[in-house]
């Protein structure tokens, strides 16, 4: 609503006084302050307002102060009293009153349910023209409140609510009939339709137009839209699904003002969750905005509200130092406020604390007695903690408990404890040997999400080495390339040495280097060797170093001792090929890279021409699709100046 020159001036007078001032002014105030569009929302002031203006026993005054009451708005809930100023202007004629009271009947809320008074006083108001009463009875009908459901009749309700101006009708009929016709032009027609409507400032139609660019995967057409509903309304929970729909397409990288935007408003509005989300942005590395004190002070503000996520992210920060100094007694004080809430994450993070010892001494009965509480309160990964700890810990050792709580994780899905179970089944390690049983629960990890890739590397060893199932090392490729797609290093390290073994040469150093870079130890001496030696690789100390200096940071002495060889060799001839170099790119996983070594074999482009290898390497672009160039890793040449420099420094 936007305050004409006379309603300014009928406020200035009613700051000074509410006296002299006319009914629709003060009627008009208070729907200012309830709003808050123009003015700060201010529901009191907007009570202050109604109640003024109730006194010249106006009807629609009498129906607004009603509804504070009613609701508790300004004002101490009174639903008694706001009843009966409802009642009371609806029998002064005021049809927005009757409509609100035949919509009270129909739901049942603060009074007795009543669908028969409920449809007689709304039909009573929509026969009087009144348009909240057609939408509140078309309501009814098309979903069946209380009546039989009648979408006819739903319909042409809308349909008279649209003609005497209702921006929400259009909007529901032309979602309605959009999603009952096939016609190209009419669900165009329809479209433009509901875009009127959100020019028009309706929310519904504006995040109805987000929900379609979320659908489309359209991140700009969807910042567009709500960058509109940020100056149309203040109703948070629109305010937070459409950043939420923003944030699921373009994700919580890179700059994301509409968003902050979007989530502030709604969290100054009273959603909690807003805060939550906002600190997930400053928290994220790769966001524009990173900053992690900032996301301490959102997650600090949904605590204030008895956020309970707020609070363990709180004491999270505590914990580990992330935009807080880092302080173990407050961080076990702030999870011990989750505690009480039973917030499950709490409590696990109190598990870990108690095993520490902070402010008592280290306690393991306390710790597994936290993770039993997280457990039972829905964290399922806690099984698998609660099996290690009975497996390693002195204090509670009990080889039975740890088989019971890894048993309880895979009733309940949990990948850890599966891939666990599996182990125990393979070795009979406190249960009776079972492959069978440790296939079956590989199977059933393909379908876990992140360790997914554990359950096919593992299926494909059981075919490659005959392990439960006939031996078809076919397949066992099979399961390992659908590994591999999911960067799993021991499938790729496998499907290296098949490779080499078949004489796929170059295939195998390009599996070589992709196991290598997911952190296989014996990909990684491999790899050190061959660069060493030249062999499938250009000849390279400096990278023959690199990989058995990673190799040795991961536990492998002799590759510690070769590397040190290495660097005392005065006398290296390092050697390249163009062909070698962009294997060595394609283990990166870049598809124009595999895209190129087949174009390379197809025409016999500085390499000897092979169709065979063509497909092959046109079938692994194929199979790694589209991805991107992982961090951390440089081509050759790159690798070898920015040592060099070094050095030379």
């Not at 028009?200 to 057409?221: C, F, K, P």
């Not at 011990?336 to 008592?360: I, M, W, Y």
């Amino acid at each position: 609503m936007k305050m004409d020159q006379e309603v300014f001036e009928a406020f200035e007078r009613y700051q000074k006084s509410s006296v002299g001032c006319r009914t629709e002014d003060l009627l008009d105030m208070g729907r200012i302050y309830e709003n808050g569009c123009v003015l700060k929302e201010d529901c009191k002031a907007a009570f202050e307002c109604y109640r003024h203006a109730a006194e010249s026993e106006d009807p629609e005054a009498l129906m607004e102060l009603g509804l504070c009451y009613y609701y508790g708005s300004g004002t101490e809930m009174d639903k008694s009293k706001g009843f009966q100023l409802i009642v009371r202007s609806s029998e002064m004629g005021n049809m927005d009153a009757t409509a609100r009271l035949g919509t009270l009947y129909m739901t049942g809320d603060g009074v007795r349910q009543n669908t028969e008074r409920g449809l007689e006083l709304l039909t009573r108001a929509v026969d009087m023209g009144n348009v909240q009463a057609m939408e509140d009875l078309a309501n009814i009908y098309y979903f069946g409140h209380g009546v039989e459901v009648d979408q006819d009749m739903a319909v042409s309700l809308l349909e008279s609510a649209a003609k005497n101006g209702s921006v929400l009708a259009t909007f529901l009929i032309s979602s309605i009939c959009a999603s009952e016709t096939d016609d190209a032009d009419e669900m165009e027609a329809r479209r433009q339709r509901i875009i009127e409507c959100s020019d028009q400032g309706l929310d519904l139609a504006t995040l109805s137009l987000i929900r379609v660019a979320h659908q489309n995967g359209d991140a700009d057409e969807a910042r567009k839209r709500a960058a509109m509903l940020l100056d149309q309304t203040n109703e948070p929970t629109a305010l937070y699904d459409a950043a939420m729909m923003c944030i699921d397409i373009s994700g919580r990288e890179g700059d994301t003002p509409t968003e902050i935007d979007l989530f502030e408003k709604a969290a100054e509005k009273g959603k909690s969750e807003a805060y939550i989300q906002l600190g997930f942005l400053y928290d994220e590395p790769k966001n524009g905005q990173h900053d992690t004190t900032k996301a301490f002070e959102c997650y600090s503000k949904a605590a204030d509200m008895g956020n309970v996520t707020g609070i363990g992210l709180v004491g999270r920060a505590f914990e580990y130092g992330y935009g807080a100094p880092k302080d173990l007694y407050a961080a076990e004080s702030w999870y011990g406020r989750g505690d009480a809430e039973n917030h499950p994450t709490c409590q696990f993070r109190l598990a870990f604390l108690a095993l520490k010892g902070v402010s008592e001494r280290p306690d393991a009965h306390k710790a597994v007695g936290y993770l039993k509480k997280s457990f039972k309160n829905g964290f399922h990964e806690s099984a698998f903690y609660l099996g290690k700890w009975y497996a390693d810990i002195e204090e509670i050792r009990s080889p039975a408990e740890s088989v019971y709580w890894f048993m309880q994780g895979c009733a309940k899905n949990e990948p850890k404890c599966m891939i666990e179970m599996a182990k125990h089944y393979e070795s009979g390690t406190y249960v009776r040997e079972s492959p069978e049983k440790a296939l079956e629960l590989y199977e059933r990890l393909c379908d876990c999400g992140d360790k997914r890739d554990v359950g096919l590397a593992n299926i494909g060893r059981f075919y490659e080495n005959g392990i439960a199932v006939k031996k078809d090392v076919r397949k066992a490729r099979k399961y390992y390339k659908e590994a591999a797609k999911d960067r799993n290093a021991f499938a790729m390290y496998r499907l290296y040495e098949m490779a080499k073994a078949s004489g796929f040469r170059d295939e195998a150093v390009f599996w070589l280097i992709s196991s290598a870079k997911k952190g296989s130890v014996s990909a990684m001496t491999d790899l050190a060797a061959r660069y060493e030696n030249g062999d499938g690789v250009p000849r390279s100390r400096l990278q023959a170093i690199e990989w058995y200096h990673r190799a040795s940071e991961k536990g492998n002495k002799e590759s510690g001792s070769n590397m040190a060889q290495l660097l005392m060799m005065e006398d290296f001839e390092e050697e390249s090929t163009d062909y070698q170099r962009q294997i060595y790119a394609a283990a990166t996983n870049q598809r124009s890279s595999l895209m190129r070594l087949s174009e390379m074999c197809e025409r016999g482009d500085r390499t000897r021409r092979n169709k065979k290898m063509a497909k092959r390497w046109y079938d692994l672009a194929d199979l790694y699709g589209v991805a991107e160039v992982e961090e951390g890793m440089l081509p050759i040449e790159e690798l070898r100046a920015l040592l060099l420099g070094e050095a030379a420094e």
